[in-house]
């Protein structure tokens, strides 16, 4: 039988306070219900969604390792959804834990990073990733998805 395809979604730090953390920046939608929409879509398409929030680096590399490489082959996963949050301006750490599990991985983010502050239009992985999806706002992650589906039905 075909092994149904496991994406992991990873959202990095303050982004469990969506929908009340800077509304007018990240939009009024709250973490639980993106992931719950996600886990719905996936569901439709006989995937395997792994949704993961951190505040903390060395999670999220734990994580990446643990359903990357150190995983069986069954339940490893085939992709992954991003939103490194803050860690996008600094995280080393994070870019290589992706880079060794070897798995296409796109970057989201819900506000348009090019437009505010300088120091977030740098993004340890952009350069990496499949695409980059960001100021559409939670609408991103349902697009990172899409593209997964569609990328493996192929
Ligand atoms: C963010 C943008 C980052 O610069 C910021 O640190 C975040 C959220 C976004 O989704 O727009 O925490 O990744």
Redesign the pocket.
């Known amino acids: 039988m075909k092994k149904s395809m496991h994406i992991l979604l990873i959202n990095?730090?303050?982004?469990h306070l969506l929908g009340k953390r800077e509304p007018h920046?990240?939009g009024a939608t709250t973490l639980t219900d993106i992931e719950g929409r996600l886990a719905k879509l996936a569901a439709c398409h006989n995937i395997k969604l792994t949704a993961f929030q951190s505040n903390h680096e060395g999670e999220i590399v734990d994580k990446i390792g643990e359903l990357g490489l150190l995983a069986d082959e069954h339940s490893r996963f085939d992709g992954v959804i991003i939103?490194?949050?803050?860690f996008?301006?600094t995280s080393v750490a994070i870019r290589d834990a992706l880079a060794a599990a070897d798995k296409p991985f796109i970057e989201?983010?819900?506000?348009n990073?090019h437009a505010?502050e300088p120091f977030?239009t740098h993004s340890y992985f952009s350069d990496k990733a499949v695409g980059v999806i960001?100021g559409l706002g939670d609408l991103g992650y349902d697009m990172a998805l899409d593209w997964f589906i569609k990328h493996f039905n192929r």
Do not use: D, E
Request: glycine share 4%; hydrophobic share 35%; net charge positive.
């Open positions: 990095g730090p303050n982004l920046i990240y939103n490194p949050a803050a996008t301006h989201v983010h819900l506000s990073v505010r977030r960001c």
